[in-house]
C-alpha cells in the first residue's frame, strides 16, 4: 500500500492553509494516536498477508518488492519500467560529479542504479539529520506499542527543568511540539513563543526526545532500534554513535546515526509501504505515518514531524528568517515527495507517485550544505528527465 498524497491540483492555497491546518492538526493528532489500540511489544506487532507473499500490488499496477535480510536484492531494467536508461546515468553521473560516495535508486523496490564512488558508501557514516526522521518512525513504534504518546507533555518523561523556560510555559510542550519543530524555545531552550505557534529549526530542542524515547520505552535506542526497526527490515549496518565534541556543527547534538545507502534506502522503502514490509508485516502503523507525512503546524506547512514535505504552497528552511517562502520545497520534484535530509546533503527521498526511494550520501553538494540545499532541485530535474511520462 503506498501512501497516496493527492494531485497538485487539490493542493490548497496559501490563504486555505492557515485557516485548513488549524483546524485539523488536533484531529490528525487523535488519529494518529487512535492506533494504540492493540498493540504488541516492539517489532512484535506484525501481522501475516493471507497470501504470505512478500511483494505487495502498488498503485503502478507492478508489485512491489522487499529485500531480504542476507543482502541480496532483485534489480530492475530502467528501460523495463518506463526509465530512460542514457538519461538515468546522466543523472547519477550529476551526484557522481557533486561529491557523493554513493546512490541507491528504487523502483518498486527493486534497485533501478545502484552506484558507488570510495569505500565510504560501503561502510556506512553520519548522516546527520536524516536521523531525524528515523526517530520520528521509532516513536510511531513506541506510541504503537503503549510506551508513549505523542500528547505527552515532555516534562512527564524528562522531569520539570529539562528547558530554560518558565515551569508552567515548559509544561506546555508536548512531544508533537519537539517532532514539529514547533516548541517555542531557542537554541538555547528559552522560551520565544507559544508552542505550536511558530516552527524553526531546532536541533538542540529535538535532542530531548532521544533521552525522552529511552526513558519512556525503557530501553537503549540501540536495542530499541535493532528490535524494533533496524532488525525486522534488514539495516544491517544501522547503529547509533557518539559524536566527538565540535565534529559537525555546535548545536548538531551528541548522538549521531549511521546508515550506509542501502539501509537508507530500506527505510525509504518502509516508508512508501506505509510502515508494512515483507508478508505484510507491520512495523510503523500507517496512521501514524500519515501524519507525520502531513503539515504539522500552520506557519511551516513543508514540515511534518521531522519529515520534509514537497508541493506545499510555502516553506521555511534552517536558519533562515521565520518568513515563509512562496512555492514548494523541490520545484522540480514529484509534489508528493517526502524526504529525510541530513547536512552535506544526506538524502532520502521518498515518491509515493512513481514507487521511487532515492538516497545519496556524500560531502556537501554545492556551496549550501544545510538539510535543504540547492542540490536537491538540480538533481530532481536531472531525475526527472530519465522518469517515465504519466
Known amino acids: 500500500m503506498s501512501i497516496w498524497r493527492g494531485s497538485p491540483a487539490e493542493l490548497p492555497t496559501s490563504s ?9 492538526v488536533s484531529r490528525r493528532r487523535l488519529l494518529a494516536m487512535g492506533a494504540i489500540g492493540a498493540m504488541g511489544m516492539l517489532a512484535g506487532c506484525g501481522h501475516t498477508s493471507d497470501s504470505g507473499v512478500p511483494p505487495t500490488a502498488v498503485a503502478t499496477g507492478g508489485t512491489r518488492y522487499f529485500p531480504s535480510s542476507d543482502g541480496s536484492w532483485q534489480t530492475v531494467d530502467p528501460e523495463a519500467v518506463g526509465w530512460r ?46 536521523q531525524k526522521s528515523v526517530i520520528s518512525v521509532l516513536v510511531g513504534i513506541a506510541q504503537q506499542a503503549g ?31 519537539l517532532l514539529s519543530m514547533s516548541s517555542g524555545l531557542d537554541n538555547g531552550l528559552r522560551y520565544s513563543s507559544p508552542p505550536g505557534t511558530q516552527w524553526a529549526y531546532n536541533t538542540p530542542a529535538y535532542s530531548n526526545l532521544l533521552p525522552l524515547f529511552e526513558r519512556a520505552t525503557g530501553a537503549s535506542l540501540t536495542d530499541f532500534g535493532q528490535r524494533a526497526l533496524f532488525g525486522p527490515i534488514g539495516m544491517s549496518s544501522a547503529g547509533w554513535t557518539s559524536r566527538r565534541p565540535r565534529a559537525a556543527a555546535p ?6 546515526l549511521r546508515l550506509t545507502p542501502r539501509d537508507m534506502a530500506r527505510f525509504g522503502l518502509l516508508v512508501l509501504a506505509s510502515g ?32 520534509w514535505l514537497n508541493g506545499k504552497p510555502s516553506h521555511q528552511l534552517p536558519g533562515a528568517s521565520p518568513q515563509p517562502i512562496d512555492g514548494p520545497l523541490v520545484p522540480n520534484a514529484p509534489s508528493d515527495l517526502v524526504a529525510a535530509l541530513g547536512a552535506l546533503d544526506q538524502k532520502i527521498y521518498v515518491v509515493p507517485s512513481l514507487d521511487l526511494v532515492v538516497t545519496r550520501q556524500g560531502g556537501p553538494a554545492g556551496p549550501r550544505g ?16 530519465a522518469a517515465p511520462h504519466r
Open 370 to 385: 544545510e538539510e535543504v540545499s540547492s542540490f536537491d532541485n538540480a538533481w530532481w530535474q536531472t531525475l526527472m528527465a
Open 251 to 256: 548545536d548538531a547534538g551528541s548522538t549521531g
Open 85 to 130: 536508461p542514457e538519461a538515468l546515468e546522466t543523472a547519477v553521473a550529476y551526484a557522481g560529479d557533486r561529491a557523493a560516495t554513493g546512490v541507491v535508486i528504487l523502483s518498486g523496490g527493486r534497485i533501478l542504479v545502484e552506484r558507488s564512488w570510495g569505500v565510504a558508501a560501503r561502510s556506512g557514516r553520519d548522516v546527520a539529520s536524516v
Open 16 to 24: 486555505a492553509v492557515e485557516k485548513d491546518l488549524g483546524e485539523t
Open 276 to 307: 508494512t514490509w515483507a508478508n505484510g508485516r507491520n512495523v510503523c502503523d500507517a496512521d501514524y505515518l500519515r501524519t507525520a507525512l502531513s503539515p504539522s503546524q500552520p506557519a511551516n506547512p513543508s514540515y511534518g514531524w521531522l519529515w
Open 147 to 177: 510506551h508513549l504518546r505523542v500528547d505527552d507533555p515532555v516534562s512527564r518523561w524528562l522531569g520539570a527543568g529539562w528547558s530554560h523556560a518558565e515551569p508552567a510555559q515548559e509544561s506546555k510542550i508536548l512531544i508533537h511540539h
